[in-house]
């Protein structure tokens, strides 16, 4: 016989002749069976497992088998395993009473017949297999009532829950059945529609919602309708009014029939703000075509006269004038070439704002770029004794496709400002490749200078249109605030970001990064 846990048997003798006779004789049975010499082994082996018989030779010498017995019953989880013991035939009325006395289940008499012992076992086992059968079957009980309990408490709680949600909600709560019979609404319908409990209850959902029905002969809900999503839609009120709402339906089978619950919440403050802020669009729209139209043509209105002072300016200062002259016409060109370039600040920072400047992406040389932004500065450089120098990261290839127009104009702001504040020492800037992955290339521009640095606390202001880290800056310095603004817009228009590191050492840091392909 198969069981589906071992059957565990102890037995205990101090000979090993006599425990390899039971062990033949129980062979050809599917038993665990467990050895023990002594009444302390078999002690140990009950705390250990759990047997369904014990079979116990009387004589043996130090601690008796009717010790063992006693302890064996003593103990909760033990007290209960049947025990046979085995005995000599001269001391059996001794035995038999004492035995029976501490609570021997039976009595065997050497020598035994196999086949009777070997029937008794089997009764035995029978009795454990059963009673463990019980024993499980209880467990399953105790834990399926457990269950049913948790989940019974959990119904409970769900229920209370969905009634405070229901009761307590702004937003209507309305169930019908498939042929659009109400069938149970929330407080909030009663507010939101002006009706009473019994105007609703066994009305059709067509009082209130009726672009929900397919046609008027015979009541079933439009498929999209049923898309597990909010629709605008615009209900009835009891008084013939609507509003704008916002319903969301879903269906479930609860006994063999069809239930529908819908959700309807009244969105007519959300409407009216989205009716404003288009209105307010519009308005902000057509202030921004007004504002690009008058930058369009005042780029041309502004840069034209000034392209001409600038101009006449050079041809006046090579026109043989005295020294003093000279100064004057000078001062002229200095000041037009500065105010030009505010004007052209401007211009390029309202078309950022405004989303109108594009890219132009044409095969540009990475070391043609940096000379040439280099050779920008070579005159007041060399008035102050500045350092120059740049680093190309050999990995990087030769051209790459990019706006060099926009990227060139980055990089003379950023170089621009190190050498302006930059008193004594060096301007370095290093260009490395970050990584590459298809045709997409990253690249990375560091601009770093020995100058009078940004204060911790003042780096929040950078990168901000119209802002000067301090207003002494502009009056030594000049500028209008506007040249970080743009690099930051620029720079992002071409898939990268600006920042600047502080670090221990003195003067400024600026990082950028660009996207690019490889021509």
Do not use: W
């Amino acid at each position: 016989m198969e069981y589906d846990y071992p059957i565990n048997i102890l037995l205990v003798d101090d000979r090993p002749e006599n425990l390899m006779d039971l062990e033949a004789m129980l062979a050809e049975e599917q038993y665990h069976l467990v050895r023990a010499f002594s009444g302390e082994e078999a002690l140990r082996c009950i705390l250990k497992d759990e047997f369904a018989l014990i079979v116990l030779d009387v004589d043996m010498p130090g601690m008796d088998s009717f010790e063992t017995a006693k302890l064996i019953k003593l103990r909760e989880q033990s007290k209960s395993i049947p025990i046979i013991f085995i005995t000599a035939k001269d001391r059996e009325m001794e035995h038999l009473f004492t035995g029976y006395s501490i609570g021997a289940i039976d009595y065997v008499v050497k020598p035994f017949i196999p086949l009777l012992l070997r029937s008794k076992i089997h009764g035995f086992v029978s009795m454990y297999v059963t009673s463990k059968k019980l024993q499980i079957q209880t467990e399953l009980l105790h834990q399926r009532s457990h269950e049913l309990e948790k989940t019974n408490k959990a119904l409970m709680r769900s229920e209370a829950q969905a009634r405070i949600i229901g009761e307590t909600s702004m937003d209507t709560m309305v169930t019908f059945n498939n042929k659009g019979m109400i069938l149970n609404l929330n407080p909030a319908a009663f507010r939101m529609f002006g009706f009473h409990e019994d105007e609703l209850i066994g009305q059709s959902i067509n009082k209130l919602l009726p672009m929900i029905c397919e046609s008027d002969d015979s009541f079933k809900v439009q498929e999209h309708y049923l898309v597990h999503k909010l629709i605008d839609v615009e209900p009835f009120r009891k008084d013939g009014t609507t509003f704008y709402g916002a319903i969301q339906i879903g269906k479930a089978i609860i006994d063999k029939k069809q239930i529908f619950a819908c959700t309807i919440s009244d969105i007519t403050e959300r409407k009216k703000a989205e009716q404003e802020m288009l209105k307010a669009k519009e308005l902000a729209e057509q202030a921004t075509r007004v504002k690009s139209e008058f930058l369009a043509v005042m780029s041309h209105e502004i840069r034209t006269p000034m392209n001409g002072i600038i101009g006449m300016t050079g041809l006046l200062l090579d026109s043989g004038l005295n020294q003093e002259q000279m100064e004057y016409a000078e001062i002229v060109r200095k000041s037009s070439d500065a105010l030009l370039h505010v004007i052209n600040e401007i211009l390029d920072f309202s078309k950022l704002e405004s989303g109108k400047m594009e890219l132009e992406l044409i095969p540009l040389e990475l070391l043609s770029l940096i000379e040439e932004t280099f050779d920008l500065f070579i005159a007041i450089t060399r008035s102050k004794q500045l350092h120059m120098e740049y680093t190309i990261d050999p990995r990087l290839p030769a051209y790459i496709l990019s706006d060099v127009t926009r990227l060139r104009q980055v990089l003379i702001n950023l170089v621009g400002n190190a050498v302006k504040f930059t008193a004594t020492g060096s301007v370095h800037v290093y260009i490395n490749l970050i990584g590459q992955q298809d045709n997409q290339t990253e690249i990375e521009f560091i601009v770093k200078d020995t100058g009078i640095g940004i204060a911790s606390d003042q780096t929040i202001h950078l990168f901000k249109p119209f802002s000067q880290l301090d207003s002494s800056m502009s009056r030594i310095y000049g500028g209008t605030g506007l040249g970080l603004a743009i690099c930051k817009t620029l720079v992002e228009l071409m898939g990268g970001s600006i920042r600047n590191v502080q670090d221990m050492e003195i003067g400024a840091t600026f990082i950028f990064t660009i996207r690019t392909e490889v021509f």
